[in-house]
């Protein structure tokens, strides 16, 4: 056992340096999934190893994600297979992480018969099941406290089998996969999955409209999919999804009395993955696509139905575009730059709710174009200061997007929204994150000025802007 461990320990040294080494002359830095202390205790290696600053990973953070969160250097329990024998590779303690949020949010304006200047402790706790759970699999499995519902709750999952092979005489990282976020397994910055910004508060005013692939199904899904990596350059994964509403009785059949889903996928919801990843000197650049294609029926999974169609559904097509590019700079330290970029546009017919039966909106055919970028600078993995900047244009509906008191309404029914974010952060050790973000909007909703139309409680886009403070510890 201690010469199969031994073993075990030298092949992680040499990835880790053959990894290692190339962040320091190169600068490649990647994002990801993962910041937990559970994969540090596994592998023996320090936060900065596999993260530049939490989230983002370093090279060596892709290649554990890729092959499956199973590299380790700790001791295990390992029996050896033979014909007729199952084998075992177990960790010898459980790989659990915990990570603690307090925050203070400030909107420039309060929020009609609320308190500003809120302050949470916690804000939430997540609990992590994360590392190796055999030899070829393992897992980043989240559940998370949020003090607003006041109760534990299915968070963030990817669950992965992985392994090797030459394919054309090269490296062939390939697996299978379960999750319920789209886009949560990728191991870039540029999935909404895992961009920036890395941190968000919970209680101020947010934009009415988002595509179906920027956040709106997380959590709300179960999905199977493989992957694969080709040369270390060439990536692609595909998942099949469908919905799996987090407290509704199963199977999903909703009762439209006392329970509603915006979206029930009908069939399957497939979504894919491309990427081509280069390193060149002091520069590092992927670039690739991403996308999504959903029928849905709204409120319940039996949607209306016509004399001459059948049952009516709505129906999305998401197509993405991302690009990161990180630079080293040896002068200054090896201090990292980051840009990163994504475009989103998203198709939709919403044959269902354009009925008169739902009423949820006045038009069939509908779309929205988002756009996102960011330039961020790592001085070291002790700061970071990030400037980002976001848009969304659409097409105008009242009754999707419609006119309200409160800060969620759209005066005219338009879905446009755009604004900034600054953020720096500050890491004391490796494991805690003292960060300030400050969001500003220049329209929110469709609208500069009283976006809302309200004559009780007007508001302006730069009424909902926030500062957000927050402290992290992860252990």
Request: hydrophobic letters at 35%.
């Amino acid at each position: 056992m201690k010469k199969v461990t031994q073993r075990l320990w030298l092949k992680v040294t040499l990835a880790g340096a053959s990894l290692i080494v190339p962040l320091l002359l190169t600068g490649v830095r990647a994002p990801s999934a993962s910041a937990v202390p559970s994969y540090s205790r596994q592998t023996g290696f320090p936060c900065r190893s596999c993260h530049t600053t939490p989230p983002e990973l370093t090279p060596l953070g892709r290649q554990f994600k890729l092959n499956g969160y199973t590299i380790t250097g700790m001791p295990v329990t390992k029996a050896e297979k033979t014909s007729r024998e199952a084998g075992l590779t177990l960790l010898q303690t459980l790989p659990l992480s915990v990570f603690f949020e307090t925050s203070y949010t400030q909107t420039n304006k309060v929020q009609p018969g609320t308190q500003n200047s809120s302050f949470e402790f916690p804000q939430d706790v997540s609990l992590f099941v994360a590392g190796a759970w055999s030899a070829h699999v393992g897992s980043f499995v989240q559940f998370t406290y949020s003090t607003q519902d006041d109760h534990f709750t299915w968070d963030q999952t990817d669950i992965r089998y992985a392994n090797t092979r030459k394919l054309a005489g090269k490296d062939f990282v390939y697996g299978l996969m379960m999750n319920n976020t789209p886009g949560v397994e990728d191991l870039w910055h540029t999935t909404p999955a895992w961009s920036f910004p890395f941190i968000a508060n919970d209680q101020a005013p947010s934009p009415a409209a988002s595509t179906i692939i920027d956040g709106t199904l997380a959590q709300d899904v179960a999905g199977f999919g493989a992957y694969g990596m080709w040369n270390d350059h060439l990536y692609f994964a595909t998942t099949m999804y469908r919905s799996e509403h987090i407290g509704f009785g199963q199977p999903n059949g909703i009762d439209s009395q006392t329970q509603s889903a915006s979206f029930n996928i009908h069939g399957l919801a497939p979504y894919w993955r491309g990427a081509w990843q280069q390193t060149w000197g002091n520069n590092y650049l992927e670039v690739g696509t991403y996308g999504m294609f959903m029928r849905s029926t709204p409120n319940n999974v039996v949607g209306p139905a016509s004399e001459t169609s059948g049952t009516l559904r709505d129906n999305y097509t998401d197509v993405a575009a991302d690009f990161q590019y990180d630079r080293t700079l040896p002068g200054f330290h090896n201090d990292i730059l980051s840009l990163r970029g994504i475009y989103i546009h998203e198709n939709s017919s919403l044959n269902a709710s354009a009925t008169e039966e739902l009423g949820l909106a006045e038009l069939v055919p509908h779309h929205l174009n988002t756009v996102k970028a960011n330039v961020e600078y790592h001085f070291g993995d002790r700061y970071t200061g990030t400037v980002g900047w976001f848009n969304t244009s659409g097409t105008r509906d009242s009754l999707l997007y419609p006119q309200s008191d409160d800060p969620g309404g759209s005066a005219n029914g338009s879905p446009n929204n755009s604004g900034y974010l600054l953020n720096l952060s500050w890491w004391p050790t490796q494991n805690i994150d003292l960060a300030a973000q400050y969001t500003g909007y220049f329209k929110f909703n469709g609208g500069s000025t009283n976006y809302n139309g309200s004559i009780i409680a007007p508001r302006n886009a730069s009424d909902n802007n926030t500062l957000y403070i927050l402290a992290r510890f992860i252990f």
